[in-house]
Nanobody
């Protein structure tokens, strides 16, 4: 059974930083592309960062240069380092597959709130 557990969200001022973590179980983590998604109030969920099994990364234009995705295959964990946060980054953040399909059951997510 696939389980994704996100953590690390919180309230931060604009310009601040947060590091999100996602622990995965029930999948062969090391061979799967993983990604971070977010859903802001009233908006659709969107993929903001992805990382392949080999460590290649890609980002949405809105977060390029500010967010960094990484993974630790030994810990079955994917991370999202978020710097220079903006109020428009406020959303619930989720991890899932890195291809944009959302193929695994969604976790509860972690709320990031950026105050201006």
């Amino acid at each position: 059974q696939v389980q994704l557990v996100e953590s690390g969200g919180g309230l931060v001022q604009a310009g601040g930083s947060l590091r999100l973590s996602c622990a995965a179980s029930g999948i062969i983590f090391s061979i799967n592309a993983m990604g971070w998604y977010r859903q802001a109030p009233g908006k659709q969920r969107e993929l903001v960062a992805g990382i392949t099994s080999r460590g290649s990364t890609n980002y949405a234009d809105s977060v390029t240069g500010r967010f960094t995705i990484s993974r630790d295959n030994a810990k079955n964990t994917v991370y999202l380092q978020m710097n220079s946060l903006k109020p428009e980054d406020t959303a619930v953040y989720y991890c899932n597959d890195g291809l944009g399909y959302g193929m695994y059951p969604w976790g509860k997510g972690t709320l990031v709130t950026v105050s201006s």
